[in-house]
């Protein structure tokens, strides 16, 4: 007579269980992938930033280095 209902919420526990343990797999698998992308994004950004800072710092460098040639030049011609 108990044995029936009994089941019945057994079986209704280990299927909400099971239906718990797939929301936190596909939440632990989102937040993951958000983290993977925004890591990637980031360290993108930040090799971007970095490359730019480089390539500004060679092209000062390589504009003085001109500007003081065409000084010694100009001295020369004095």
Known sequence: ???CPMAYATFCLA?????????SKQASKQASKQASKQA???A?????KQAS?????????QASI???QVFVYWLSLL
Request: net charge positive; aromatic share 4%.
């Open 1 to 3: 007579m108990y044995s």
């Open 15 to 23: 299927d909400q269980l099971n239906a718990l343990i797939t929301a």
């Open 40 to 42: 990637s994004k980031q």
């Open 44 to 48: 993108s950004k930040q090799a971007s």
């Open 53 to 61: 800072k480089q390539a500004s710092k060679q092209a000062s460098k």
């Open 66 to 68: 001109r500007l003081l």
